[in-house]
């Protein structure tokens, strides 16, 4: 009998044991998690519907702090330049130094040193029609500089706005503070990546690392809902299992 209570004991204790690990384990990954995020990404507010349908004003979004430098073709970045206001701007980076963009081509189509882009994000215009722009253009964007476009080309003030001062409405790489990575909310999730400028030089960037973020912090709430209810559970499994302690009150022999 001693020998089947140390037994029991003895599984407890692992069980005990191994269910503290389980939680701790959680809580690195759920505060790590977040501390990571913290460290990586930035909330921000979009301030106006330049951005639409791709972001909403007033949508909620996390971009990932970045410098200027890693700025690429596509990207959707968060930017703060005096000559465009003293708020942070959302804009898509549309050029890079040393590209000429220019719009349209007969399809209404950007064209990026001569080859056209597929810009499925963007929001169609007056009867359905799809451009890339209303207001023809054709800029070479200054070494270390962005030229910058709202996906709502109807409505956006950005780069085409700014044509005729320094920089042909381009902005300094060194104004990018942030490269958006996902929208928070309303929940869309991650942005889809710009394919129409995978096919030119650099490519485009990949994506953050949100997704990671987020398996860390979902997995660490697992991991201590698994491990604080080891406790309970082992509990009554104790008390509904053949030979173990009863709940009701015990009968006294010889009364």
């Keep these: 009998m001693s020998g089947t209570m140390r037994t029991k004991g003895g599984h407890g204790r692992l069980g005990s044991v191994l269910s503290g690990l389980v939680v701790a384990v959680g809580c690195v990954l759920f505060l790590g998690g977040f501390v990571w995020g913290a460290l990586l990404y930035q909330p921000y507010t979009v301030p106006t519907d330049s951005m639409t349908p791709t972001l909403d004003v007033g949508s909620k979004i ?50 990026v040193n001569g080859e056209p882009v597929d810009e499925p994000y963007l929001r169609p ?3 359905g029609r799809t451009v890339a722009s209303g207001q023809a253009f054709s800029v070479t964007v200054p070494s270390g500089n962005l030229f910058l476009l709202g996906d709502d080309r109807h409505t956006s003030l950005d780069s085409r706005t700014h044509i ?69 559970v082992a509990g009554l499994l104790t008390r509904h299992r053949p030979g173990g302690p009863r709940s009701g009150p015990r009968e006294k022999v010889g009364a």
């Design 62 to 111: 996390l971009a990932q702090r970045i410098d200027g430098d890693e700025a690429r073709r596509g990207d959707v970045v968060v930017f703060t330049d005096p000559l465009w206001g003293s708020s942070p701007m959302v804009k898509r980076v549309a050029a890079v130094g040393g590209d000429t963009v220019a719009c349209c081509d007969p399809d209404g189509r950007l064209t």
């Design 164 to 232: 005729e001062e320094a920089g042909q409405g381009s902005v300094p790489r060194s104004t990018v503070i942030g490269r958006v990575d996902a929208v928070v909310w309303p929940a869309k999730g991650l942005l889809e990546p710009p394919r129409g400028f995978a096919g030119l030089p650099g490519g485009i960037s990949r994506p953050g690392p949100f997704a990671q973020l987020l398996t860390a912090i979902a997995s660490g709430t697992v991991l201590i809902l698994l491990g604080a209810g080891y406790g309970p």
């Design 125 to 127: 215009g007056p009867g």
